[in-house]
């Protein structure tokens, strides 16, 4: 029988998965074009369960329900409610694109979403190899189906061949690396993993080989170097609303289960998946910021420097434990934590601008597209150059407190190869930065194409102010969040 915590503990993807059949059944009586009421009743119920879940984050307890398959603690339901946000925003922004494009004659933009954002928050709090692998499945399926939701594109549809082709394969990784393990320890549960491997009387080898498979399944969904090649095709093929879904809250799931199975399930093995972690972040650095440069194409060069900032998260991930000391591991990976929360914040500021001028009747994906727009708007010009300037590590932004929080994490360890590699993140967050203000010098001193200014909704208006707005106060006054991010890491790591 399924006690009342267990209950507690899944009500917010209760309320996602009920509320993602509703809007499914009555957008079928739904006349409007534009899909008025399905959107706003989506954004409610997204409203809702942020709300929910930040009351549960707040709380500060940990809840395991439905036989140590589910975790509700603060780490996870921060990731969920920033998910949940994150998604919220991308639906505002992409609306009036995905309106202009023929891609709302149904619901399935916003019932795929919701989906999507279930299969994170399943992800996300999975306390089993069962369940974060069906969190998994459920998250990328209604991707596939999103990037070729423009069925009548040939673009699109081919990033999302490519995308399900790739996907399958990097599933396929994960799931054998994770019967490995469970052929090993005996388990599928997290925490006895943990406790099996920690006893150190299972095979050392088949442990490593499971783990190689695991680390490649991991790295794939975070789009590490080498298993990347996907990012830049799906990010330029797939329709821009939905490129924002995966560049946005997706990363969030990622980052939550590489916690969950390398550091709750797999921390006695640090000093291997460590190492493989670290030659993931630097061919991501490298990679990442030298292929940014010859891009002309805004939203593949945002694929790239995806790329380069995921290595920026594996250097937090890989800071954790020296010489089997977890003296580091709360600072290392709230580092990390808050990297990828402001880098999701980051990449929806950026990716609203591309939308917004977008629905002038064109794809504004080149960088030539941004020509002048200073002088047609200052405002979205503005909000622009503090995302790019924010990618860039540039203070005061918030990037550069994230780039700085890792990096200390990093030569905290003390390690000379570490503070080897901060001076390499740092050489290439130099290269990185060339091909972000080359785009900052186009906006404001090339001249404009056209002389029509940029309109956009009020709301669209409202939120995308706000975002650029919160890149600056939280770069100023970073502490709050910082704060945030370690007392759920440290809460994570005491249970």
């Not at 990033?159 to 082709?165: E, I, N, P, S, T």
């Not at 009387?201 to 783990?211: D, K």
Request: proline fraction near 3%; aromatic fraction near 10%.
């Amino acid at each position: 029988m399924i006690d009342k915590l267990s209950w507690i503990s899944a009500y917010p993807e209760i309320i996602l998965l009920i509320m993602a059949c509703v809007i499914a059944l009555a957008d079928l009586g739904v006349t409007s074009a534009r899909r008025t009421s399905t959107h706003w009743l989506t954004l409610v119920t997204l409203a809702v369960v942020a709300a929910l879940e930040a009351s549960y984050a707040s709380a500060g307890a940990t809840v395991y329900g439905f036989g140590n398959m589910v975790v509700s603690d603060p780490m996870g339901n921060w990731l969920k409610c920033f998910s949940t946000i994150a998604l919220m925003v991308t639906l505002v922004y992409g609306r009036p694109y995905a309106a202009e494009r023929d891609m709302l004659r149904g619901g399935e933009l916003f019932s795929l979403s919701m989906f999507a954002l279930l299969g994170i928050s399943i992800m996300i709090s999975g306390n089993n190899f069962l369940v974060i692998y069906m969190g998994l499945e459920l998250l990328t399926l209604s991707s596939y189906a999103l990037v070729a939701l423009r069925r009548d594109d040939a673009t699109a549809t081919e990033a999302a061949m490519k995308y399900f082709v790739l996907g399958a394969l990097a599933s396929g990784f994960l799931l054998y690396g994770l019967s490995m393990i469970y052929g090993a320890t005996g388990s599928l549960d997290v925490n006895a993993v943990s406790k099996a491997i920690a006893s150190g009387q299972i095979n050392h080898q088949v442990l490593i080989f499971g783990l190689v498979f695991v680390v490649a399944g991991l790295a794939f969904k975070l789009g590490a170097v080498p298993f990347h090649m996907w990012i830049p095709d799906v990010y330029q093929g797939a329709p821009t609303a939905v490129t924002l879904l995966i560049g946005g809250a997706t990363k969030l799931a990622a980052f939550a289960i590489c916690i969950r199975l390398l550091v709750e399930g797999m921390l006695p093995l640090a000093i291997d998946w460590q190492q493989m972690l670290m030659v993931l972040s630097i061919g991501s650095l490298f990679v990442g910021n030298l292929a940014a440069i010859a891009q002309t194409n805004l939203k593949r060069m945002l694929a790239y420097s995806t790329i380069s900032h995921m290595g920026f998260v594996l250097i937090g991930l890989m800071s954790g434990v020296v010489d089997g000391d977890v003296h580091y591991a709360a600072n290392a990976y709230s580092s990390s934590m808050f990297y990828v929360v402001t880098y999701v914040l980051t990449t929806l500021g950026s990716f609203g601008v591309i939308l917004l001028l977008a629905r002038e009747g064109f794809e504004s994906e080149e960088i030539a597209d941004f020509a002048g727009l200073n002088d047609r708007s200052p405002l979205y010009a503005g909000v622009m150059a503090v995302c790019l300037f924010s990618l860039a590590g540039i203070p005061p932004m918030v990037g550069f407190y994230a780039k700085l929080a890792v990096l200390q994490a990093l030569i905290a360890t003390g390690q000379t190869f570490n503070i080897g590699l901060a001076v390499f993140a740092v050489m290439m967050s130099l290269i990185g930065a060339f091909y972000y203000l080359r785009v900052v010098k186009v906006m404001y001193f090339d001249k404009p194409i056209t002389a029509s200014t940029v309109s956009a909704p009020f709301d669209v208006r409202a939120v995308l102010s706000i975002n650029g707005a919160l890149l600056l106060v939280l770069g100023l006054l970073p502490g709050g969040l910082m704060a945030l991010c370690a007392n759920a890491v440290v809460q994570m790591l005491g249970t």
